[in-house]
């Protein structure tokens, strides 16, 4: 069951060592801080082996620069916490494909990342090249 707070779920992927969060619409910074929090909770069982975030931004608009902060942020934890892949789920926007690439650069973790048009393909790359 997904966990919810105004545009921002978070669910786990049955099976895999991978948190799953979906966005619809605007988000807002305190939103992020809660998806943060969230998907660290629901990692934490996993930090010793490591484990993998799909950020199903698909349905979301662009974010604000403070937004984007948060997300370095968010991301820089994440590393921290032993997430060792990125997968950005974008649908065919080309915008939030440049944000999310950006976002990742500027939080210097070196973390592996891949974009995609569909969850499918994402948890396809986690699990052939990422071995996640």
């Not at 997904?2 to 948190?19: D, H, Y």
């Not at 619809?24 to 909770?41: I, P, Q, Y």
């Not at 990342?113 to 986690?126: K, N, P, S, V």
């Amino acid at each position: 069951m997904a966990k919810k707070n105004g545009a921002q779920s978070v669910e786990t992927i049955a099976g895999r060592k991978i948190v799953l969060s979906a966005g619809v619409g605007k988000t807002n910074v305190d939103e992020l801080k809660w998806l943060t929090e969230t998907v660290l909770a629901e990692a934490k069982s996993w930090t010793s082996s490591g484990w993998a975030y799909i950020a199903d931004c698909s349905q979301m608009s662009p974010v604000s620069p403070a937004e984007g902060g948060q997300l370095v942020e968010m991301t820089r934890l994440f590393v921290d916490a032993n997430c060792k892949a990125f997968a950005f789920v974008e649908g065919n926007s080309l915008m939030l494909k440049i944000q999310a690439q950006k976002n990742t650069q500027r939080s210097e973790t070196g973390v592996m990342e891949g974009h995609f048009a569909t969850l499918d393909e994402a948890l396809d790359w986690l699990k052939n090249d990422m071995k996640i």
